[in-house]
Structures are given as C-alpha cells and as structure tokens.
C-alpha cells in the first residue's frame, strides 16, 4: 500500500490488479479543522479558568517572604494538575484495558481500523484533546514562570507531547500507546504532593497543617522534624510510583508498539498513516522513554543522597 495525497493504492487479490481508494485520513473525512480549532482554543481555556478560579482563591495568602510568595505564584499549577491527572489516568486505564485484552494488532495500532466501536473512537479523541490542550496550557504557563514549574528538560517533554498527541488526534495512529502514557500521570498527584509538602515546611503559617497531618498518620514528630520525614516517605512512593507507570508500564508500550511496527503492511496503521507520520510518533516515544529513564537516575539521587540521610539521622536523634 504506498500513501498518497487524498488517496491510497492497494492490491486487490481477486481482480489481480491495483485499485485507487479515497485515503480516509481522519482530519479529512471526520473532522472539520474550524471545529478543531475551537475544541482546541475550549480546553485550552477550561484549563486556564480552573487555573485563574484557584488563583482568585488564593490570592488572600500571605506573601511577605520570598518562600510565601513562590508558593502562592506556583500553587495553581499544582492543583489543576490534580484534575488533570487523576482524569488522564482513568482514561488511560480504560483505553488500555480496552485494548491490550484485543487480540488483534490492528486496534491496537490504528484507531480508525475496521470494526472499532464509534463510542471507544470518541472517548479517544476526547481523551486525547484532553491531553493536547493541558499540555498546552501548562507550557504556557512553564514559559511565563520558567524556571520555577520546570526546567529545560520539562520544556523539551512539553514540546514532544504536544507534537506527538497533535500526530495521535489528526491520525488515529497508536491509540494502545496513548493509552499506556495517559496511565503515566498517575506519579503527578503524587510529584505534586511532595511540592506541597516540600514549600510549607518552610512557610509559618503552614505548620499547624503539618503538625496535624502528622498527628492524623500516628508520627511523634512535630515541625520541620516532621515535614522533612513526610517529604521523604512522599519522595520514596513517588519514585515507586514513576518506575512502575513511567518505566515498567512505558516499557510495555514500547513493546506493543514494536510489534505494531514489525507487523508492517498487514495493518491498517502502517498502509494509511504517512510514513514520516509514523516515524515521528516512534521516534518521540523513544525519546520519552529516555528522558524517563533521565528522571529516574535523578530522582534516585535526591532520595539516596548522603545529604538526605544525614538528616534523617538528625531527625531521628532529636
């Protein structure tokens, strides 16, 4: 099958002969760019309103210490990724099971195939523009606030994402992959949680919430003692959390994704989708792949760190 501008080629056993065929390109045949466009620009800003309503909320807090003042600036970003997450997960979770347990590569490698159910198609392309448009509303706000929700290594993930979920929602391309990363926010409740805990250990009138989340859990710590201990349990589920989503559970949509590839012209993914299309998509999942890898060796160091444990013995002294 050799792809074409508005059409495809494809052998036909039964004539012994090549017959031209409509190319039913999804951006061609079940969407209206317009209408993209304005889902687009609506999640987008659903996002920023949620961002703005926490904001608002918010802005009574005090700020007279630098600390005070980089925690009122950045909390928003970190509650809205809560909604976020906790969506994206189910959704991955869902599509997952939906098609992992599919016996045949062809779902697994092209949402468009044969015989796939209208309502599943939707609930992908909804969950997919769900993750294009927060990926957007989060670089823009990683721009404006750069380096303090993220560095250099964020805004390359950022940057990846968006090109990678733009190719999955125009193509339809490797929905059992998109599946398996939306899976992979389930470790940002838990990353955003050790940034809560992390910032008001250091902000005073934060204490009093320390000291009765510590009470509520069964610690005999109190203060700083208490928060630092909170932070370093918080950490070590984080890291657990991230290898089992972003490496183990990645992992196995790499996988399935190699064997999509190996299929070759047997699927449907690898006859309508553009070749370029397609080695994009694979090459960013590489990529993610090892800027998670990255992230892990980091994480490792931060929890292991000799500082970290001289602390810890500090603690447990006092």
């Known amino acids: 099958c050799v792809t074409r501008t508005g059409c495809y080629t494809v052998w036909n056993p039964r004539s012994l002969g090549v017959e031209t065929v409509a190319l039913p390109l999804p951006l061609k045949t079940k969407r209206n760019m317009i209408a993209t466009g304005v889902l687009v620009l609506a999640g987008t800003a659903f996002w920023e309103a949620q961002f703005q309503i926490v904001r608002r909320i918010c802005s009574g807090l005090p700020t007279k210490t630098e600390k005070e003042r980089a925690f009122v600036k950045c909390l928003p970003s970190y509650v809205v990724s809560y909604a976020h997450a906790f969506f994206l997960t189910w959704a991955g979770v869902r599509i997952v099971l939906a098609l992992q347990l599919a016996s045949d590569l062809n779902h697994q490698g092209y949402l468009y195939a044969t015989n796939v159910e209208p309502e599943f198609v939707k609930f992908v392309e909804r969950t997919t523009l769900v993750f294009f448009t927060y990926v957007l509303y989060d670089a823009y706000h990683l721009v404006l606030e750069f380096p303090d929700l993220g560095g250099w290594d964020m805004a390359v993930h950022h940057v990846g994402f968006l090109v990678a979920a733009a190719g999955a929602y125009t193509y339809g391309a490797y929905p059992l992959v998109l599946g398996w990363l939306c ?8 990353l955003s949680t050790r940034w809560f805990v992390r910032q008001m250990k250091d902000i005073e009138y934060c204490a009093p919430v320390i000291d009765r989340f510590a009470k509520g859990i069964g610690m005999k710590s109190r203060g700083l003692v208490a928060a630092n201990r909170i932070e370093y349990y918080v950490a070590i589920l984080f890291l657990v959390v991230f290898v089992l989503v972003r490496v183990l559970g990645y992992g196995w949509a790499m996988f399935g994704l190699y064997r999509v ?6 699927l449907e993914v690898n006859q309508l989708v553009p070749s370029w299309v397609r080695h994009t998509l694979c090459g960013l999942t590489v990529c993610g792949f090892a800027l998670n890898l990255m992230w892990v060796h980091k ?11 001289k602390w810890l013995r500090k603690d447990a002294e006092q």
């Open 183 to 190: 899976t992979c926010e389930a470790s940002t409740p838990v």
């Open 299 to 309: 994480i490792c160091s931060m929890a292991f760190s000799e500082k970290r444990r």
């Open 261 to 266: 590839v190996r299929a070759g012209a047997k």
